[in-house]
């Protein structure tokens, strides 16, 4: 019997002996830090205004509702333009609505309007900038470091998931306008580090595509005809749009749990450290085999993790809960982005990374919306178990919908 190969100690690092990979993870952790910074700040200025879970939920909407109205254009531009200037414009753009909030705060606006229109035009910067720099990932490591980079991007994303909301919180004893500051800050310096990468990401000899319905919603058909992109990108927008809860922390932190921004902050922290434990994992046991049943397990557990999250009235038990609820998601990140990206032909990166976008990113501010909603109608509590439950339906339902799913073996073919 031949004996196993030797694990390489140094697999784990692959990627980052690219220069341009690491311009753009410097990106993804920055840009993910002054997300959390800002998102901290609204969600603590607006409910603090106004006592009202509508006007929570009205914020996921303003961020969610750019993507909607841009959907098809999206991925049009990141196939037909260079993809890091869109990203890195599309983020200098989010930085400057962060100036806007930072004077919102400091003149002491109460109405929540123009909050929403600083939303709104983030949102925009994002819903272009996204897609781009998801499609701009095969681009800068060989195809056979993705699944690698993939799960480094993941790390740093969680690194920033777990800082920018302690970070936003501490800040927040200085007064908002100090933290819509700091994320405009960080916002820029993401951009600086995409200005950075130098690989030459134009299109080559490849003819600009014409603008008509048909290049339009080629990423659309894309997905559509390949079972198992569908059914994975699918079960992320709906178990996010049921499953999130992140809307209502600051009630849950102020009405249930009674602390203050910092502990909304730790709070908003948790499922970042799940993930983050869990990304580091894969690094070191990438996953293998059986990739669709562990999806769909993982958002089975991230369900069943809301549902305790939301019974919960202590905070450490709170934020277990949410750690495991991270963990969870970061194996179903991992699986669904792999497959997009890397069975995705490169002239469609773009769209189809428009449409897994809309699917999946802006899902989570719609999930606020929705939230929102929910919780004005029946209450935070309820609201936050009931997703939970549906989610765990939800993770069943797709694995005897999509068998295509379930009986996926490994990442690459």
């Not at 995409?194 to 080559?204: A, Y």
């Not at 999806?295 to 069943?304: I, S, Y």
């Not at 989570?364 to 109608?377: I, K, Y």
Request: net charge positive; with cysteine.
């Amino acid at each position: 019997m031949t004996a196993a190969p030797a694990a390489d100690p140094h697999a784990g690092y692959a990627a980052f002996g690219h220069r341009d990979f690491r311009c753009h993870a410097a990106f993804r952790l920055l840009s993910g830090l002054a997300t959390q910074i800002q998102n901290v700040g609204v969600g603590w200025y607006v409910y603090s205004e106004t006592k009202s879970a509508w006007a929570l939920g009205f914020v996921g909407l303003a961020s969610f509702f750019p993507a909607a109205l841009f959907a098809l254009w999206i991925g049009h531009v990141a196939d037909n333009y260079n993809r890091r200037n869109i990203v890195a414009l599309s983020f200098l753009a989010s930085a400057v609505c962060a100036v806007g909030l930072a004077v919102i705060a400091g003149l002491g606006v109460t109405e929540t309007w123009p909050v929403y229109v600083c939303m709104f035009v983030a949102g925009a910067g994002r819903a272009f900038g996204n897609p781009a720099a998801n499609a701009l990932t095969p681009l800068l490591v060989p195809r056979e470091h993705f699944a690698n980079a993939i799960t480094w991007y993941s790390i740093a994303q969680q690194i920033a998931t777990i800082s920018g909301p302690a970070i936003g919180g501490l800040l927040y004893v200085f007064g908002p306008d100090v933290v819509f500051g700091a994320a405009a800050l960080a916002f820029a310096a993401s951009s600086i580090c995409e200005f950075m990468i130098r690989r030459p990401l134009g299109r080559g000899d490849r003819a600009r595509e014409p603008v008509n319905w048909k290049t339009l919603a080629a990423g659309l058909r894309f997905i559509w005809s390949r079972s198992e992109l569908f059914g994975a990108i699918s079960l992320d927008l709906v178990a996010v749009l049921f499953g999130g809860a992140t809307a209502l922390l600051p009630i849950i932190a102020q009405d249930v749990l009674h602390t203050g921004p910092l502990g909304l902050g730790l709070l908003r922290s948790s499922p970042a450290v799940g993930a983050l434990i869990m990304a580091v994992v894969l690094t070191r046991f990438p996953l293998r085999s059986a990739v669709g049943k562990k999806m769909l397990l993982a958002v089975g557990v991230f369900g069943a993790a809301i549902v305790g999250f939301g019974l919960s009235t202590w905070m450490p038990l709170s934020m277990a809960f949410l750690v495991l609820m991270g963990a969870a998601n970061s194996v179903s990140v991992v699986v669904r982005h792999t497959m997009v990206q890397i069975e995705t032909p490169d002239e469609m990166r773009g769209r189809v990374a428009a449409v897994n976008s809309i699917f999946t990113g802006t899902s989570n501010d719609l999930g606020d919306f929705e939230s929102g909603v929910t919780a004005a109608m029946f209450g935070a509590v309820p609201a936050v178990v009931l997703g939970g439950v549906i989610t765990v339906a939800l993770a069943g339902l797709w694995a005897w919908m999509f068998p295509a799913i379930r009986n996926r073996d490994t990442l690459l073919r």
